[in-house]
């Protein structure tokens, strides 16, 4: 059963093979900030239609996309390195419902 969803404006949608079956919160200083749950699929395996902007910081390993129009965060990609997975905001998932999925935390604010 596919998982589909967009952004807030729906200029950006994507979809997934399946709902995810666990979602990260992490607690670094973005996923902190923009409340984001990772749903975590394989390279290419999500497809997300509409045009988003990479926001790169740190260790500048990920590029963190997001909506142009309405701002809302849609996924993150590998630069470079290839990680063989990517992480998608499981929010934006239609019926997604955080307490019917295990969440485990990431301790990234070191």
């Known amino acids: 059963m ?15 093979p399946a709902p995810p079956e666990w979602v990260a919160s992490c ?12 749903a975590y699929y394989p390279d290419g395996a ?3 239609k509409g045009e988003t902007v990479p926001y790169i910081w740190g260790d500048r390993m990920i590029g963190i996309h997001h909506c142009p129009t309405c701002g809302c965060g849609t996924h993150w990609r590998t630069l470079g390195e290839d990680f063989g997975r990517m992480g998608v905001n499981a ?7 955080p307490g019917a999925v295990e969440v485990r935390l990431y301790d990234n604010a070191g």
């Open 46 to 48: 999500v497809k997300v």
């Open 2 to 16: 596919k998982s589909t969803g967009s952004c807030h404006c729906g200029a950006v949608t994507l979809e997934a």
């Open 27 to 38: 607690n670094c200083s973005l996923c902190t900030k923009t409340a984001w749950l990772v």
């Open 91 to 97: 929010r934006l998932f239609d019926g997604f419902d």
